[in-house]
């Protein structure tokens, strides 16, 4: 039942980053980017967790969930700090 779980959170995880690089293909935004390659990442978290048959605790593969996670922070970090400096141009402006 575990594996069945694993599965369907991989194939949730795959389906969620597509629908991520459609949006980042309409409009460019690396944000988009970001979150699509997290949940992929996420989803092989998932099928690996599924086919090695382990604990998380117990494997190293909690490094790729950090890696998901750290570009999610760095996706918005980006964003932010992208606004933040049009912002900051648009003030400027006569």
């Known amino acids: 039942?575990?594996?069945?779980?694993?599965?369907?959170?991989?194939?949730?995880?795959t389906i969620i980053g597509l629908f991520f690089v459609r949006?980042?293909?309409?409009?460019?935004?690396?944000?988009?980017?970001?979150f699509a390659l997290s949940f992929w990442l996420l989803g092989f978290n998932w099928l690996?967790?599924?086919?090695?048959?382990?604990?998380?605790?117990?494997?190293?593969?909690?490094?790729?969930?950090?890696?998901?996670?750290a570009l999610i922070i760095i996706g918005i970090w980006g964003k932010n700090r992208r606004s933040v400096s049009q912002g900051e141009s648009m003030e400027s402006a006569p």
């Open 1 to 13: 039942m575990e594996n069945f779980a694993h599965g369907v959170l991989a194939m949730g995880s």
């Open 23 to 34: 949006f980042w293909r309409q409009t460019h935004d690396r944000l988009f980017l970001c």
């Open 48 to 69: 690996c967790l599924a086919l090695v048959g382990k604990d998380e605790p117990h494997s190293e593969l909690y490094v790729l969930r950090l890696i998901a996670f």
